[in-house]
């Protein structure tokens, strides 16, 4: 999983990029520091890993990952060139959502590129600029398909979605909440790989006192969660400056530090939780004496597709997976136990993976 990290200059997104990361991307208060996107992965946390890894006393523990991309601060005029706008859009073209922080905190020191605290202005100057740079995308195709149009009826019905799409845009209105009369329609608009069609979660960034209420009295927050319910998107609730405090601390000390604020998820934990939620991922698992790892999968996926996501071997020559639940297995005490009390099922190619799934796969290529 890809996310691109994203917002107006000064509203703390390479400072949760940072923090996030670890990476060590410069922060600094003025706009256009990131000047080239900086990419950090980071591992899921996942308790479950550490518990099988204790079971079968793997060598090595492999959780799930997700690569952050921290991409240049953007301003009005972007989709024309302004600042560093077309870097900024080719950049996000590549990423499977958008994390879009916005501030909600008023503070003197810190500048704001448009002189005042306001995060739907600074949200619709954003999704304004991704609007106009996808119109520019659909104009060019339109002029394309056209031309084939009036003799190819496949070409045709393509040209009706590309119009009715850029009408859709026009209206100010982002390409993910564009109807499509079916699957086949939202393939093609999937395919134009737009950037309003990309998922968004909002980051609200606050202070220390608004991140022990989950910003439940801020009245920014309150706005940018009724924006993002209206166009069915997601909101965490972060401190940037309080996630750069527990990137310096080890496990412990970071419980720690949460439970003394009175919080039990930091902001990556929310942010992976949003956004597993918004794309619709699980995880399954497997593991052995080698190792114990975690693999991100679409829900609904079923048993060959994920076991493709090991090796197309596996996918091409699936036979059957044998499956025990993770809490089953855990209760249990081992594999052995679990197989005899009847907990360990053989499943088929029909079966639909579910979170949490212990996976043994048999395969014959």
Known sequence: MKLGIVGLPNVGKSTLFNSLTKAGAESANYPFCTIDPNIGIVSVPDERLKNLSNLYNSEKVLPATIEFVDIAGLVKGASKGEGLGNQFLSNIREVDAIVHVVRCFEDTNVVHVEGSVDPIRDIETINLELIFSDIEILDRRIQKTAKGAKTD??????????????????????????????????????????????????????TEEDLI???????????????????????????????????ELDEDEKKMFLEDLGITDSGLDKLIKASYSLLGLISYL????????????????????????????????????????YTDLINCGNYTSAKEKGLVRLEGKEYVVQDGDVILFRFNV
């Open 153 to 206: 009826k496949g070409l045709a019905k393509e040209l009706m979605i590309l119009n009715g799409l850029k009408d859709h845009l026009e209206s100010e209105k982002p390409a993910r909440s564009f109807e499509t009369n079916d699957d086949s329609e939202k393939d093609f608009v999937n395919s134009l790989n737009l950037l309003t069609f990309k998922p968004v979660i909002f980051g609200a960034n606050v």
């Open 286 to 325: 497997t593991a052995g004496p080698k190792e114990t790892r975690a693999w991100t999968i679409t829900q609904g996926t079923k048993a060959p597709g994920a076991a493709g996501k090991i090796h197309s071997d596996f996918e091409r020559g699936f036979i059957r997976a044998e499956i025990v639940a």
């Open 213 to 247: 209420t989950d910003g439940m009295e801020n009245q920014y927050v309150a706005k940018v969660r009724e924006f993002a319910s209206n166009e069915g998107s997601k909101v965490f609730v972060i401190c940037a400056k309080i996630e750069q405090e527990i990137a």
